[in-house]
Structures are given as C-alpha cells and as structure tokens.
C-alpha cells in the first residue's frame, strides 16, 4: 500500500464523515477493496491468531474445525460482500472515524456460539481493524 493510497483512504473517510454520509456507489467499493486486501494481512499474523484463538476456540462463533486461514478469509468476504452493510461513526474519545462492514453468517462460519451477522470493524484514519459478533 503506497502512502498516497493511504492518505487517500483516510481523506475518503474524512469526507464521508463530515458530509453526513454522502458516498457513491464507486467509493464504497474503494473502501470495501482498501480494508479487505490492504488492511486486513494476506496470511494470518499474531494478532489474527490472537483473534481466532478468542472468536473460534474460546467463544465458538466459528465452527471449531476452522483453521486460521478460514477465519481470515471469512473476515475479508465480509467487508468485501457488496450485500452486506458498510456503516460509519465517530469515535467520541479519540474524535476518529470507524468503519463498521456488517454482513450475514454464513452456514459454513456458524460455530456453536455464532450470532446472526458478523461485524469487521476498522479505525478508518490510522487503519487497524478489529471483529466480533454483536452481543
């Protein structure tokens, strides 16, 4: 990811929060494409691990056959699902904007413990992402 792509994506989501939501079809699909494939790691790293290890072991969201590998892709076909919702809010403590990339369960990423939608939630300006299924 070059800075300019960076800077780019961090003005995009600026502007989309102090307009009050006003976007185009073209720029929710830069979005979606920035945070699935540039944000979120190609191959699992420690922090995804650390999330798998809560979210698959220990809670059962995902279905207890399914490897790191799977999780992440599960993750990234979330936010890069053009049916699924892409939602934006300000942050009150920090003043920076989160993007929230909902999207359904799948069949296959139904654990014991799984809810009915899976939220990918990104700091949309330093660009770091966290999950859960809402409680």
Do not use: C
């Not at 979120?40 to 420690?46: G, N």
């Amino acid at each position: 990811m070059t800075d300019d792509n960076y800077s780019g994506i961090r003005d995009l989501v600026r502007r989309i929060g102090e307009t009050g939501g006003l976007v185009t079809t073209d720029e929710v699909a830069r979005l979606r494409e920035h945070f699935s494939r540039h944000v979120l790691p190609s191959l699992p790293t420690r922090r995804i691990r650390a999330k798998y290890d809560q979210h698959v072991v220990t809670r059962e969201e995902w279905p207890s056959d399914t490897t790191d590998v799977e999780y992440l892709e599960s993750l990234r076909t979330v936010v890069a699902d053009v049916q699924g919702g892409v939602y934006l809010a300000r942050d009150d403590i920090e003043g920076t904007w989160t993007l929230y990339f909902v999207g359904r369960v799948r069949r296959t990423w139904r654990g014991r413990m799984a809810g009915q939608r899976v939220v990918v939630l990104f700091n949309g300006e330093q660009q770091f992402w966290v999950n859960r299924f809402p409680g």
